[in-house]
C-alpha cells in the first residue's frame, strides 16, 4: 500500500465504511463520505505540492479556498476502500476561487469525487458556522429509515416525534431533531444546495425515498448519529403493523428523560 493509505484518517474512513457495508447501509456504491482534514494530518504521508489532476465544482466555494478534504468516488463501493483506499478515495484541496477541486491523492483508476459533493461541501459550510469542530459529512441508504420514508408522513417534525417515541435514547442523541426534504433528484446540485439549507439548523437530513445524511466532529459521532436513527426507525418499521397492545413514550416522559438528562430540545417541538 502508498504511504498515504496508512495515514490514520484513511484507515479510520476504511474501518468505519466496512462496518456500514456490513450493516446494510451502503450497497454498491450507495453512500459517500467526506471528512474535512488538516494539512498537518496528511503532510507526513502525500506530496501536497504535486496536483494529479482538476477536478470543476458545479458551485463554487471560495471559503474552502485552500482546505483539505478526503472524499470517497463517484461509483464506488464501501466494501471496497478498506482494501484498496487509493482507488476508492481521493483527498481535495479547494482552489483559490473555490471552483475547482485540485486532486492530490487517489481516484487512482480515474474518476472523481461522489456525484454529491454539492451536498457535502454545502453541509460543511454551514454546520462550521454552527460548530468550528465540524469535520464529517455521512450519507448512506439504511433499510429502516428510508423504509419508513415510504409509510410515513413527509413531516420532519412528526419524523422526529415518532423517532423520539421509540427509543428512550433517541431524544437524548438528537435533541435537536430530524430535517426532511420530499423526493428530489439525487446527485444534483438542487439538492445539494436545498440540503445544505437544512444543513444550516440540523445534524440529520433524511431525503425521502433514498437516504439519510448526518454531520459530526468526527467519523465515530457521525457514524453514531446515523446508527441511533435507524434503530428507532427499526423499531417504528417492526411494531408498525403489530395489532397487540401498544406503548410508546408520551410527551410527558420524553419531558421527563429532558429533564434528568439536562437536555435542550429543538424548540417548540416536545
Ligand atoms: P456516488 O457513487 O456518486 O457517491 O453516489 C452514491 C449515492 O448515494 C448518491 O446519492
Ligand atoms: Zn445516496
Same mark, same amino acid.
Given at each position: 500500500m502508498d504511504k498515504m493509505s496508512k495515514c490514520p484518517i484513511v484507515k479510520e474512513i476504511g474501518e468505519i465504511t466496512s462496518n456500514m457495508y456490513r450493516l446494510g447501509w451502503n450497497e454498491r456504491n450507495g453512500g459517500n463520505i467526506s471528512v474535512l482534514v488538516d494539512e498537518k494530518e496528511i503532510k507526513r504521508y502525500v506530496n501536497t505540492r504535486k496536483i494529479i489532476r482538476d477536478l470543476p465544482l458545479a458551485v463554487a466555494f471560495p471559503e474552502f479556498a485552500g482546505r483539505y478534504f478526503i472524499v470517497t468516488g463517484t461509483g464506488k463501493y464501501f466494501k471496497n476502500i478498506a482494501n484498496n483506499?487509493?482507488?476508492?478515495?481521493?483527498?481535495?484541496?479547494?482552489?483559490?476561487?473555490?471552483?475547482?477541486?485540485?486532486?492530490?491523492?487517489g481516484y487512482t483508476a480515474g474518476g472523481s469525487f461522489t456525484s454529491e459533493i454539492i451536498m457535502h461541501l454545502g453541509a460543511h459550510k454551514q454546520r462550521l458556522n454552527v460548530d468550528p469542530d465540524q469535520r464529517v459529512v455521512m450519507h448512506a441508504h439504511p433499510v429502516n429509515i428510508l423504509s419508513m420514508t415510504h409509510v410515513f408522513p413527509w413531516d420532519e417534525k412528526k419524523l422526529t416525534k415518532e423517532l423520539w417515541s421509540t427509543c428512550t435514547e433517541c431524544i437524548v442523541i438528537f435533541p435537536d431533531g430530524v430535517a426532511l426534504l420530499p423526493w428530489m433528484v439525487s446527485s444534483s446540485p438542487e439538492i445539494g444546495l436545498a440540503s445544505a439549507e437544512k444543513f444550516k439548523d440540523f445534524r440529520i437530513?433524511?431525503?425521502?425515498?433514498?437516504?439519510? +445524511?448526518? +454531520?459530526?466532529?468526527?467519523?465515530?459521532e457521525a457514524f453514531g448519529l446515523l446508527e441511533t436513527v435507524e434503530k428507532g426507525a427499526e423499531i417504528y418499521m417492526k411494531i408498525q403493523n403489530s395489532n397487540n397492545e401498544r406503548h410508546s413514550i408520551e410527551d410527558g416522559m420524553l419531558k421527563a428523560v429532558v429533564d434528568d438528562f439536562n437536555i435542550s430540545v429543538r424548540e417548540g417541538w416536545l
Open positions: 483506499p487509493a482507488e476508492n478515495l481521493g483527498l481535495i484541496r479547494i482552489s483559490d476561487d473555490g471552483s475547482r477541486a485540485h486532486l492530490i491523492w437530513l433524511v431525503w425521502a425515498l433514498h437516504g439519510c +445524511t448526518v +454531520t459530526g466532529k468526527s467519523l465515530d
